[in-house]
């Protein structure tokens, strides 16, 4: 992955870190790397600039939002994502989640779909930033998942639903692991793997908030 240049950002990137590990965030040292290595500045609108290392939600297009620096580490530490794994993301936003998986998968593959035409051409330009080669964004409804590529290691859902899309746990491998917000003006970080055995909760952690998902066709 070929860096931008971080320009005046350093100090309040460092600050950020140290923040999100004060509060029981970031405790993976490959997800840090990944903060680092890809920038959050690189991935939202001039207008927001002053925020880029604030840990809060930013409005980016379409009134959509990146997301929170906290709930990106938590989510992309609970996904735990090796080298060479292929990824499906559901709301690629400003790209830079997608970003981060791309830099912990190495070789292997992210594909991101985004309903919004603006905001998959907005992401692209961030990702092309970087020269990254391993993600592919795709135009779309992601509440049906992205069957051309599957079945997927890993599933990241970064909207919110209420109650995971029933393709998309047909999308994913066994032992494949898919993470998202489940609920209804809050939501819960929910956890789940696939098993020879069917579906199993791992983990569920409360008081988060999302924009939700929009499922085109009311489909399950
Ligand atoms: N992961 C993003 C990032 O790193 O910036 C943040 C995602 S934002 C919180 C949620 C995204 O999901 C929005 O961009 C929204 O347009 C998208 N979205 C909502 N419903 C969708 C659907 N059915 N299919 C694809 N994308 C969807």
Redesign the pocket.
Known sequence: MTKPKIGNFPTSLNNLIKLLKNSGFLNDDNVESAFRDVPRHE?IPESELDYAYSNE?LP?M?K????QPSV?SRMTEWLDVKKGQKIL??????????AILSYLVGDGTVYS????PE?AKF?QENLKKFNTDNVHVVL????QGYSEESPYDRIII??ACTEIPLSLFDQLSENGIIIGPVGGNTQSLVLLKKTSRGIVEIKRESHYV???????FGKK
């Open positions: 991935f939600p980016i379409n959509q939002t990146i997301s990106v993301e559901i709301g690629t936003g400003s790209g830079w989640q997608s779909v985004e309903r919004h905001l992401a779309g409804d992601g509440s970064t909207a999302f924009v939700p998902l929009v499922r085109e």
